[in-house]
């Protein structure tokens, strides 16, 4: 029985990875699990997979439910998302909180040696070379949800890491994928929030739209597989049924192919080196007939050349760029800014920091608080 810690029970990963769980109540077990702000899905959470520990953002949360809830331990705030990540029964920890706020917990999971199954991503943009460098030092494995980095990370099993040439990750285009530049102009947020493919959180939804979501996979993946930027290319491909590829020295390219489900990726992190009966759709080649692909056009989504650049700059680079897509997103989400805002903004913020190299946590931290001070101030 593998022991389960769940970061951001609530979401559409968590949703998904309780339904896993679900599906394979002898193989799995839900320890610890925290939740936002949805307090009434947290109930049914609890009355169904009955966790030892529950972690709530908001402090007046934790105290009703502690007088509610009196046989599990009720914790709030990031105490609480590190107390679930580092519960002492669990095996595995699934980061699939949003946001930035990831960070703390992962590193406290991985000093604890908790395997990490890894969707948040933002913990890797902004903190990536300390948390592979904790991973290291602890043993511990980070095996990734992301489909892409999961498909990738498929497709090495039994190579040598070093005959590889290049990763190349599949790009949907979001949900603006056909409209050109000025179309995007008087976009709306439900719009945005419309993605052709994937069913999943308000802000990674967004965040593919800008194409930012690629470019935070760009560099996940230059942590996770350490590799080059250079090495790295994205292709389009609307049908997402390629989830993403590598090519060896030889040109050999191994792709992982599958219907958009992210019950797969998750699965594959939590039953890793072994694979498990899913009820999925089987992939039908046949009937969809045609897979396209195309080049990815940087000027048309210039989040992802921001990415790109932050990612070769290194140091804070990229933990300003997260913060300000973080704080911009949620600004366009709340209609205070834009669709094409967003762009403008991270580019000021990225233009507005001096860079300092190989920052430690605290850095990290107060780099991340003064970027969205400066996204905000921007605005007001
Ligand atoms: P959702 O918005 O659906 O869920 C986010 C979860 O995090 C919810 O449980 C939410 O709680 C919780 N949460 C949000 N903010 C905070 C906070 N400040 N403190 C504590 N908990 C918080 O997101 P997704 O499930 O879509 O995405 C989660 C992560 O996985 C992201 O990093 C995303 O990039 C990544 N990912 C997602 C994919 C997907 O298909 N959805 C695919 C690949 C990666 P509540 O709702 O209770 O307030
Ligand atoms: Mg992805």
């Known amino acids: 029985m593998k022991k389960i810690a769940l970061l951001g029970a609530t979401g559409s990963i968590g949703t998904q990875t309780l339904d896993v769980i679900r599906t394979h109540r002898d193989e799995f077990s839900l320890v610890s699990m925290s939740v936002g702000q949805n307090i009434d899905k947290a109930r049914e959470i609890v009355a169904e997979f009955q966790p030892r520990i529950l972690s709530v953002s908001k402090k007046e949360d934790y105290e009703v439910l502690k007088d509610e809830f009196l046989n599990i331990t009720i914790v709030y705030g990031e105490e609480g998302l590190i107390e679930v990540a580092t519960c002492s029964e669990a ?81 949907s285009g979001g949900s603006f994928r056909d409209k050109t530049r000025q179309e995007l102009e008087g976009v709306t947020v439900e719009e945005a929030l419309n993605h052709p493919n994937w069913s999943m959180g308000a802000k990674i939804t967004i965040d593919s739209a800008t194409m930012m979501n690629k470019g935070l996979e760009v560099i996940e993946a230059h942590w996770l597989f350490n590799m080059p930027y250079e ?126 190299q190989n920052p430690c946590l605290q850095t990290i931290k107060e780099v991340d608080l003064e970027t969205r001070s400066y996204v905000l101030s921007l605005i007001s």
């Open 91 to 171: 095996d595995v920890v699934v980061t699939a909180v949003m946001g930035s706020v990831g960070l703390f917990p992962t590193i406290e999971a991985i000093r604890a040696r908790k395997t990490i199954a890894l969707a948040n991503k933002e913990t890797l943009v902004t903190a990536g070379h300390l948390v592979m460098k904790e991973a290291r030092e602890y043993g511990v494995s980070i095996l990734p949800v992301d489909s892409e980095h999961s498909a990738i990370y498929q497709c090495l099993q039994g190579e040598n890491m070093k005959e590889i040439n290049r990763l190349i990750i599949t790009a």
């Open 231 to 356: 090495k790295i290319d994205v292709l389009l491909h609307k049908q997402s049924i390629i989830h993403s590829m590598v090519e060896f020295h030889d040109r050999s390219v191994m792709a992982q192919l599958g219907t958009p489900d992210m019950r797969v990726p998750i699965q594959y992190a939590l039953t890793y080196p072994n694979r498990m009966v899913l009820p999925s759709t089987p992939l039908n080649l046949a009937e969809i007939g045609t897979l396209d692909f195309a080049k990815m056009d940087f000027e048309r989504y210039r989040c992802l050349s921001f990415a790109f650049e932050a990612g070769k700059t290194g140091g804070t680079m990229p933990t300003v760029l997260n913060a300000a897509n973080e704080q911009a997103v949620a600004l366009f989400l709340e209609g205070k800014i834009s669709f094409l805002q967003i762009e403008d903004v991270i580019e000021k913020a990225l233009n507005w920091h001096t860079v300092q």
